[in-house]
């Protein structure tokens, strides 16, 4: 952990995020789809979000039935990433903001695999910052100032600058 004395807000940006997940040890949530969002059809059908739209065995419900759709909202589990070959191990686990397993279920009908692609563009990201941010702290002067320029960047962009809500 790079830092720990500053409480960087959680910004909706994922290459600032990683960066300071990065550099505080934070870890990245779990998708809450099905738990704290959720997406319905015309006809009221009820799913964990919109890429699951063709998964029929994810469907929590209709909004005709209230307490049907209660149980199964709150009996609904979310993914962790250590139930996933590819990033129980990964480097990135922990920052990984790509992750999606409704685009997983999309692309391969498996919510339990990663998208390729994905997973590609997350660990290249991933591995110039680290390269980066070491250089950066190697200098005393510039890690100051990109942390003074990334905290006025978090409180910029913060979901409550935003959009008026805490993340
Ligand atoms: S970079 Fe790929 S393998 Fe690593 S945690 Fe993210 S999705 Fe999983």
Redesign the pocket.
């Known amino acids: 952990m790079l830092l720990d004395d500053i409480k960087f807000k959680l910004i909706p940006n994922p290459i600032a995020a990683t960066v300071i997940n990065i550099m505080t040890g934070r870890e990245t949530n779990v998708c809450p789809a099905g738990k704290r969002s959720i997406f319905y059809t015309a006809s009221g059908d009820v799913y964990p979000c919109q890429l699951y739209y063709t998964a029929k065995y994810k469907k929590l419900g209709n909004i005709s039935d209230e307490n049907e759709l209660k149980i199964n909202i709150n009996s609904y589990k979310l993914i962790s ?1 250590n139930e ?1 070959n ?2 129980a191990n ?4 922990s920052f ?1 903001s ?2 999606c397993p409704g685009s997983s279920y999309l692309f391969s009908n498996s919510e339990y695999t ?2 390729k692609v ?3 563009i ?2 290249s990201i ?1 591995e110039r910052i680290i390269y980066n941010l070491a250089l950066i702290f190697e200098n005393e002067s510039k890690k100051r100032k990109f942390i003074q320029n990334l905290s006025r960047y978090s409180q910029l962009y913060s979901p409550k600058n935003l959009w008026g809500v805490d993340s």
């Open positions: 990433r996933i590819e990033c990964c480097f990135a686990k990984c790509f992750w990663v998208n994905r997973c590609l997350e660990r991933a």
